[in-house]
Structure formats: C-alpha cells, structure tokens
C-alpha cells in the first residue's frame, strides 16, 4: 500500500509538474512539498485539500480510503 507522499508524488507526476510547481499552486514552500513526499512531516487537512484541488483528484486517492477490489 503506498503512503500519502507516494500518492500526492504520483499525482503530481502524472500531471507533469514539478515539487515547486505544485508548492507555488498550493501556497507553500517547496521544501514543504518535499517533506510530505518523503514522509518527514505530517500534513495539515486545509493544505491537503489544497493538494487535492490542484491534482485534481479526490482526497480518497491521495489517503488510500478505498480499498482495491
């Protein structure tokens, strides 16, 4: 099972932009972005939901709420 930073890095890859590209959509930094893509820091919902919106996915991907059939 991949982990938060795995999904939002995959997310953000497959939208082909960069960790600053999507810091400066979401109004952090880039090292913010890095360390939730690596798992060294926790996440805030409000900035989470920011991540969402800007990847255009749902919050279901990015935390793994549904399970694979």
């Not at 082909?16 to 109004?27: H, N, P, R, S």
């Not at 800007?54 to 919050?59: A, D, F, Q, Y």
Request: aromatic residues 2%.
């Amino acid at each position: 099972m991949n982990t938060i930073g795995e999904n939002i890095r995959r997310k953000r890859e497959e939208r082909g932009l960069t960790q600053k590209e999507l810091a400066d959509k979401v109004g952090v930094t880039f090292g913010a972005i890095s360390q939730i893509e690596s798992g060294a820091t926790g996440k805030k919902f409000d900035t989470l939901r920011k991540i969402c919106i800007n990847l255009e996915c749902t919050s279901d991907e990015i935390l793994n709420l549904k399970e694979n059939s």
